[in-house]
T-cell receptor, first 114, second 115 residues
Framework: KAGVTQTPRYLIKTRGQQVTLSCSPISGHRSVSWYQQTPGQGLQFLFEYFSETQRNKGNFPGRFSGRQFSNSRSEMNVSTLELGDSALYLC?????????????FGQGTRLTVV | AQSVTQPDIHITVSEGASLELRCNYSYGATPYLFWYVQSPGQGLQLLLKYFSGDTLVQGIKGFEAEFKRSQSSFNLRKPSVHWSDAAEYFCAVGADSGGYQKVTFGTGTKLQVIP
């Protein structure tokens, strides 16, 4: 069974540009969550999508957005990139039903903003 | 709403020594509890989980954790640390949120292993 796949693995962007990251969850998983990880702030929750609807949202500015497609694949977009957006972006998928909250993580996308 | 606290940001242990990483949670009912490990530049991997039953849970790589309801804790332990255990460890709590589990992660504890 294929794991969570994130593309691309590495990305270099210039300040002011926008970027789109992709996440393909494990087959059958309907929930996809996104996290930002930096040395200074640690692991921070961005948002969670379930059946194409955003179900939870962290405390990030509106420049960070996401969406989920009918096949559960998800994308997150960051507009007007800032240097501080440089981070490892992690995607996690799960069944997210009442009995199983275990999340399965991808290897992440390392974004560098210059 | 639930929350997780990992009070130790960074821990250093000698190879072969025992290890205990602390995790405290806040939640009104019995939560689902998880420990994850992250090697540098990689995603998080599940070490073990607690849903119910025996409060001492065995995981992969020789790790175990004990759920203590009275202390709202779920500490991770390993009797003898290996150099390959150097990584960052995350505790997480899952709580029922309107028919599904909402999972909250702690801020992580970075483990350094010295020879």
């Amino acid at each position: 069974k294929a794991g969570v796949t994130q593309t691309p693995r590495y990305l270099i962007k210039t300040r002011g540009q926008q970027v789109t990251l992709s996440c393909s969850p494990i087959s059958g998983h309907r929930s996809v969550s996104w996290y930002q990880q930096t040395p200074g702030q640690g692991l921070q929750f961005l948002f969670e999508y379930f059946s194409e609807t955003q179900r939870n949202k962290g405390n990030f500015p509106g420049r960070f957005s996401g969406r989920q497609f009918s096949n559960s694949r998800s994308e997150m977009n960051v507009s007007t990139l800032e240097l501080g957006d440089s981070a490892l972006y992690l995607c996690a998928s799960s069944w997210a039903d009442r009995t199983s909250g275990q999340a399965f993580f991808g290897q992440g996308t390392r974004l560098t903003v210059v | 709403a639930q929350s997780v606290t990992q009070p130790d940001i960074h821990i250093t242990v000698s190879e072969g020594a025992s290890l205990e990483l602390r995790c405290n949670y806040s939640y009104g009912a019995t939560p689902y509890l998880f420990w994850y490990v992250q090697s540098p530049g990689q995603g998080l991997q599940l070490l073990l989980k607690y849903f119910s039953g025996d409060t001492l849970v065995q995981g992969i790589k020789g790790f175990e954790a004990e759920f203590k309801r009275s202390q709202s804790s779920f500490n991770l332990r390993k009797p003898s640390v290996h150099w390959s255990d150097a990584a960052e460890y995350f505790c997480a709590v899952g709580a029922d949120s309107g028919g599904y589990q909402k999972v909250t992660f702690g801020t992580g504890t970075k483990l350094q292993v010295i020879p």
